[in-house]
């Protein structure tokens, strides 16, 4: 399993919502039932890719 970014719209009671969300799946990309699973009123999203581990912060950097 592995935790993928998703850019997201989702559709609520005052209108849309748009955000960032974290995404678990074994897949190399999640499904739309997936990130539907997670974001409530999920419409569409883009890939982002995966997330860091914990002991990443930016492109190859460690944390302290």
């Known amino acids: 399993m592995r935790t993928h970014l998703i ?3 989702a559709r609520t009671r005052d ?5 960032v969300a974290r995404v678990l799946s074994a897949r190399d990309r999640p ?3 997936e990130c ?7 419409l ?8 860091p581990g914990p002991d990443e912060t930016r492109r ?3 944390a302290a």
């Open 44 to 51: 569409i999203g883009q890939y982002l890719g995966a997330a």
């Open 60 to 62: 190859g950097r460690r």
């Open 7 to 9: 850019a997201y719209l």
């Open 15 to 19: 209108g849309a919502q748009q955000g």
């Open 36 to 42: 539907a699973a997670v974001v409530p009123g999920y």
């Open 31 to 33: 499904s739309w039932h």
